[in-house]
């Protein structure tokens, strides 16, 4: 059915587009947000990404593989927003911890603010591979395949974004009287 | 379970349960920039331009950030340049169709203009400005001509194209063909009279100097129609269909024939077309699970083989174990090396330089890139310089990319360009 769309869309046929977008976009939606945390930012990428779809599908060779492909757009276009957008934001840089942590971060003590904001900390490539293969459960190949890293890269890279996110976790964890206080030193 | 799986069971949920709801429906927002938005032809893509001997087709060059002053000086040298070049073209000799050559200038085209540029210094100066949104130019073999697309009007779906002729210095601009809905792949004849190219699935023929183009002996779902060297007295194509062949066919529409003589596995089989410059060999990629080794994601890996054109006999060339290898195939101007893609099982690929007889002698040039294990998409395009002393390979895509020489010899490689917005790009060919 989808690779019928597909070939029809090809062809020019913008109804095929519209329903394989309709089809794809709540997806992209989420991926996009979760990339970005930034809802503006994020419709951004997906209609760029979209449009970008529509205007180069005559030059997908396989129509088996579209879903891949908008993936890979998708990646594009929200590292390119990221890209437009760091200027805005703080930068912090964090260190991968040796440490035994004093939290553990795998308890359920782990709440959804400490996670956004370890998730926050990543790099945009590395918020990318965590969302493909954690919210969209694209096993690693395809990870790798749809960043057009090797796979070996796309497992270092995932090993260092988690362990990234766990020292993020950990250093929450540890009470900062300055920051409690409201004060950056 | 370990830390990490309750860490990682943590991480999915609360992703699952941030995602939805964040983003407003915007999908008609979407949909009604798409409407309006023009589809790239299928034949733009990078593998349309790598069977062109001298054809390569980076999409975007960088030009250097020089200061006002001394961009108008360079483009004022550039047009003497060019202004000799076309006074001298008229005096000097021609370069055969086929074989060594002088590397010339280089032609691209940028938001719907055609433009020169000098190798040695891109500087840019413009050949053909103004009416309609022109694009893909593309020399003749002998280095006097280029032939590119106009559209009248905003691109629409499907495109109405006319194919333009002019000097190489942008004199002399006529159209041969007449506005011509989905027209598609063209090659110029060796002797320059006349131009090979597809519309609809028709093969067809325009002369350089006017008249009626023809349409060649009713043939459909033709596909990279190239004259065949050395006399271009047949043209070879890719007959499209669920079971692929290659044929030729006289350029006045009798004779048509196949040429290759097994049966395609599927129908990507005998794609990527490529033609040596003596005429006797027709390199193609296999897609197929048929005796080449499978990818653990993908299950296909390409090859690419040589058809002896007379005899229908395959060749595949060898490689090194546990890679594949992508067309399309660039033959040295003299015939005696070939260049195409090696894949990597890791998800890469890197341009390979070997023999054209397919006796072996590999070897890689410039860097490997990240790419997917199946070799579906190769992102470069590539072509020897007429002068046969080194590959011009361009790496990226649409986003980014950059022109890259890379000297035969060993000597170490140069970035002639760098990303910019010019589009395709073909070499000019000077008697040596």
Redesign the interface.
């Known amino acids: 059915m989808q690779r019928d769309l597909v070939e029809r869309a090809?062809r020019?046929d913008?109804d095929a587009?519209?329903e394989l977008?309709?089809a794809a976009?709540?997806r992209l939606?989420?991926?996009?947000?979760?990339m970005l945390r930034d809802?503006e930012g994020?419709?951004d990428a997906?209609?760029n990404a979209?449009?970008r779809a529509?205007?180069?599908?005559?030059?997908l060779?396989?129509p088996d593989?579209f879903d891949a492909w908008v993936h890979r757009l998708l990646v594009?276009a929200c590292i390119?927003e990221a890209r437009r957008t760091r200027r805005h934001r703080m930068d912090v840089e964090l260190t991968e911890l040796d440490t035994p942590s004093i939290a553990?971060?795998?308890?359920?003590i782990?709440d959804?603010d400490q996670?956004?904001r370890g998730?926050l900390r990543l790099e945009p490539e590395m918020r990318a591979l965590?969302?493909l293969h954690?919210?969209l459960d694209l096993p690693l190949?395809?990870v790798?395949?749809t960043l057009?890293?090797?796979?070996?890269t796309a497992k270092s890279r995932l090993h260092r974004a988690?362990g990234l996110?766990?020292a993020a976790l950990d250093a929450d964890a540890r009470v900062r009287p300055d920051l409690a206080e409201g004060r950056l030193t | 379970m370990t830390t990490n799986d309750r860490f990682e069971r943590a991480m999915s949920s609360w992703l699952r349960e941030d995602a939805p709801f964040r983003v407003s429906d915007h999908l008609e927002e979407v949909l009604e920039v798409t409407r309006v938005t023009r589809q790239r032809p299928a034949w733009s893509s990078l593998e349309r331009w790598l069977p062109v001997d001298t054809t390569f087709r980076p999409r975007f060059f960088n030009v250097p950030q020089p200061g006002r002053l001394a961009l108008l000086a360079g483009l004022i040298l550039l047009l003497l340049a060019l202004a000799i070049v076309a006074i001298g073209s008229r005096q000097q000799r021609l370069p055969e169709p086929f074989g060594l050559a002088r590397n010339g200038i280089f032609v691209t085209s940028r938001d719907g203009d055609i433009y020169a540029v000098d190798p040695a210094t891109s500087q840019n100066a413009p050949l053909v400005l103004g009416d309609g949104f022109d694009f893909s130019p593309i020399f003749s073999r002998d280095g006097t001509k280029i032939v590119f697309l106009r559209s009248d009007g905003p691109l629409a779906e499907p495109a109405i194209l006319t194919m333009m002729v002019a000097n190489a210095d942008g004199s002399g601009l006529h159209p041969v063909t007449p506005p011509t809905q989905n027209l598609d792949w063209f090659d110029w004849s060796p002797d320059g009279a006349q131009i090979a190219y597809m519309a609809k699935g028709k093969l067809w023929v325009a002369d350089v100097d006017g008249g009626a183009p023809r349409n060649l002996g009713g043939v459909i779902g033709a596909h990279f129609p190239t004259w065949l060297p050395p006399d271009g007295k047949e043209i070879v194509y890719r007959l499209e269909a669920t079971n692929p062949e290659i044929r030729a066919i006289r350029s006045d529409g009798t004779g048509a024939h196949a040429i290759s003589v097994t049966r395609a596995n599927n129908q990507y089989d005998f794609g990527s077309l490529g033609v040596s410059p003596d005429g006797l060999t027709v390199t193609f990629t296999r897609w197929s699970s048929v005796g080449v080794p499978d990818v653990d994601t993908a299950g296909w890996w390409p090859r690419v083989y040589a058809l002896d054109v007379k005899t229908g006999q395959e060749m595949q060339f060898p490689t090194a174990e546990g890679t594949g290898q992508r067309g399309a195939v660039a033959y040295s101007p003299d015939g005696t090396l070939v260049a195409y893609a090696r894949i990597y099982r890791a998800g890469a690929f890197q341009i390979v330089v070997a023999d054209a007889d397919g006796s072996g002698n590999e070897r890689t040039l410039g860097p490997k890139k990240p790419g997917p294990a199946d070799g579906n998409h190769v992102d470069a395009g590539w072509a020897f310089t007429p002068d046969g002393t080194a590959l011009l390979v361009r790496f990226g895509n649409d986003d980014a990319g950059a022109v890259h020489l890379l000297p035969l010899d060993g000597s170490p490689e140069s970035i002639l360009l760098d990303t910019g917005g010019f589009e395709f790009v073909d070499v000019q060919r000077l008697a040596p």
């Open positions: 090809r020019g913008h587009f519209a977008a309709g976009i709540s939606d989420g991926a996009a947000w979760l809802v994020a419709k997906v209609q979209l449009v529509w205007r180069d599908l005559p030059t060779r396989d593989k594009h390119d553990d971060p795998g308890s359920a782990v959804r996670l956004e998730f965590i969302v954690h919210y190949p395809t790798a395949a057009g890293i090797p796979l070996g988690l996110m766990r």
